[in-house]
T-cell receptor
Framework: SQQGEEDPQALSIQEGENATMNCSYK?????LQWYRQNSGRGLVHLIL?????REKHSGRLRVTLDTSKKSSSLLITASRAADTASYFCATATYTGANSKLTFGKGITLSVRP | KAGVTQTPRYLIKTRGQQVTLSCSPI?????VSWYQQTPGQGLQFLFEYFSETQRNKGNFPGRFSGRQFSNSRSEMNVSTLELGDSALYLCASSLVAGEKNIQYFGAGTRLSVL
């Protein structure tokens, strides 16, 4: 079953604009991660935010986490055509020695040149 | 450092056959996870191996199985293929399990079942 639910399912913006993608989840987590997938390829890790963090930056990426609302957002600033891809949030939970990473269904981002 | 390598990249099989997919993790990574990706269901977790032991398993039928070798390379096998098994199968490796479980993905094996 899906833990993370991304919103919107698809987003189309002009190059140079900012893109905001949201992720909601249901149960407590240890961290939340965002991944990118270019068409038909494997996923690439973008950023990880721990449950005790509220905001994190990496280059043009900004991710926030609100554990009280069980939600996260990923902001890509000054988007480029090369940012066109699917973006997935993944929630990580750890129980003892076991870790589990659960992915959402993804957001398709199209950046028009 | 070489990335995660999955072979083959493409496979075409017919219903009832079985298939074996291979994954070579990044050197030094001991954890290997497998996922099935379809347009309707998204990324579904199949199983995770760490030091040759299956640590986690998703909700897939027993037709899906896997193993990990002492060099951390992993294989997954699907027996008695069904049309619904058509998907992109992704393998991911990570250095350790636990709080920094960042996964490094291979390019995937696209399986088509006819």
């Amino acid at each position: 079953s899906q833990q993370g639910e991304e919103d919107p399912q698809a987003l189309s913006i002009q190059e140079g604009e900012n893109a905001t993608m949201n992720c909601s989840y249901k149960t407590s987590i240890n961290n939340l991660q965002w991944y990118r997938q270019n068409s038909g390829r494997g996923l690439v890790h973008l950023i990880l935010i721990r449950s005790n963090e509220r905001e994190k930056h990496s280059g043009r990426l900004r991710v926030t986490l609100d554990t009280s609302k069980k939600s996260s957002s990923l902001l890509i600033t000054a988007s480029r055509a090369a940012d066109t891809a699917s973006y997935f949030c993944a929630t990580a939970t750890y129980t003892g020695a076991n870790s589990k990473l659960t992915f959402g269904k993804g957001i398709t981002l199209s950046v028009r040149p | 450092k070489a990335g995660v390598t999955q072979t083959p990249r493409y496979l075409i099989k017919t219903r009832g056959q079985q298939v074996t997919l291979s994954c070579s993790p990044i050197s030094g990574h001991r954890s290997v996870s497998w996922y099935q990706q379809t347009p309707g269901q998204g990324l579904q977790f199949l199983f995770e191996y760490f030091s040759e032991t299956q640590r986690n398993k998703g909700n897939f039928p027993g037709r899906f199985s896997g193993r990990q070798f002492s060099n951390s390379r992993s294989e997954m096998n699907v027996s008695t293929l069904e049309l619904g098994d058509s998907a992109l199968y992704l393998c991911a490796s990570s250095l350790v399990a636990g709080e920094k479980n960042i996964q490094y993905f291979g390019a995937g094996t696209r399986l088509s079942v006819l």
